[in-house]
Structures are given as structure tokens and as C-alpha cells.
């Protein structure tokens, strides 16, 4: 049954997160999430009218938690260098919460190698969003030009995107600190 302080698009929303992550998209159907939402499928299909447009705002809502936990390391920083330190600080610190769940976007593109235009748009949307922000704090670094700047920028993300893959593997930090080395080595 649906609280009274939550809207049916969120109770829709907060059961596709936890089934989409922990269970995967394509063993996660309508059924399930109409059941342990607990809505009709007509609320279903009003808020949501197909399973791709479900998986979309998913990944919206994975960038923009993401994207709250990164600001809440970063108060009160002002270096750039340290910026990037604290983001791979808190990409460990997502990693131990989801219990090396990983990605949520590389495991959508993993599980969906045929994905559609529309989920394949928002999963670079949201990489591009990353990788813009090494971008932004790596220009913050007064000896980088912007050619130079992009590469760092460039070089940082892959590492930063293998260590998650990496961890996810091995169900440990051991690659996020080392990745966090070879960074702050290029920084």
C-alpha cells in the first residue's frame, strides 16, 4: 500500500531503482513492479508508458543521487586536485554502501548490448556529465592548457570508470586506490 507522503510515481520509481540495481532490467518486469510498488497498471502506464521510458527516468534518478552524495563530499572544497581526490573517495564510499554493485549505467549498457536510442542517449548523458566534471577541475589547475587539460580529463574518467568496473569484480578498493594514486601522480 502506498504512503500518503509518497506520490504513486515515486513509489513506482523507488521499486524500479531497487529491482532495476540489485536484480537487472531485463530480469525485472512490469509485473513485478506493479506487485511490490503496489499500484495498478493503469498508474503504471500513466506515469511510465513503456518499460524503456521507466528504465530512462531510472537512470536520471541514479545520476541525480549520484550527483547529491558527490556535492555532500565536496563541501567545503575548494581545490581543484582535491575535487578529484573526493570524487574517487566517494565513488569508494558508493561502492561499500551498494556493496560493489558498481555502475549503474555500465550495467544497463552490459545487460542491454542491442539497448534502444533513447536509454543509449541518457547513459551518455550521464557519462558525459562525469567526464565533465574531471574536465571542469582539471582546467582549475593552472598548468594545463585546454588540449592538455581534455587529455588529463580524458585519462582521469578511465581510470576513475575502470576502477568502479575493477572493484565491482573483485568486490574490494584495492582498484579504486590505486587508481586514486595514479591520479594524484598526474596531478
Known amino acids: 500500500m502506498i504512503s500518503a507522503d509518497i506520490s504513486v510515481r515515486d513509489q513506482i520509481m523507488g521499486t ?7 536484480q537487472g532490467y531485463n530480469l525485472t518486469v512490469i509485473n513485478q513492479i506493479i506487485e511490490e510498488a503496489g499500484v495498478a497498471k493503469a498508474s ?6 513503456s518499460k524503456e521510458d ?4 531510472y537512470l536520471k534518478r541514479r545520476y541525480e543521487s549520484w550527483s547529491v552524495m558527490l556535492e555532500g563530499f565536496l563541501i567545503g572544497i575548494t581545490d581543484p586536485k582535491e575535487s578529484i581526490v573526493k570524487c574517487f573517495e566517494c565513488r569508494s564510499q558508493y561502492l561499500l554502501d ?3 554493485g558498481g555502475c549503474s549505467y555500465i550495467r544497463i549498457v552490459a545487460e ?13 548523458l550521464n557519462k558525459e ?8 577541475h582539471v582546467k582549475k589547475i593552472k598548468r594545463t592548457g585546454a588540449s592538455s587539460a581534455g587529455d588529463l580529463a580524458n585519462t582521469i574518467f578511465l581510470l576513475f570508470d575502470g576502477a568502479t568496473m575493477q572493484c565491482q569484480v573483485y568486490r574490494e578498493l584495492s582498484p579504486m586506490k ?5 591520479v594524484k601522480a598526474l596531478l
Open 44 to 49: 503504471l502506464y500513466y506515469h511510465f508508458p
Open 54 to 57: 521507466l528504465c530512462i527516468e
Open 16 to 22: 524500479a531503482n531497487r529491482l532495476f540495481y540489485n
Open 98 to 100: 551498494t556493496n560493489y
Open 112 to 124: 542491454m548490448p542491442q539497448r534502444t536510442e533513447k536509454i543509449n542517449h541518457q547513459v551518455i
Open 129 to 136: 556529465k562525469q567526464r565533465k566534471f574531471f574536465t571542469h
Open 178 to 182: 590505486n587508481a586514486l594514486k595514479a
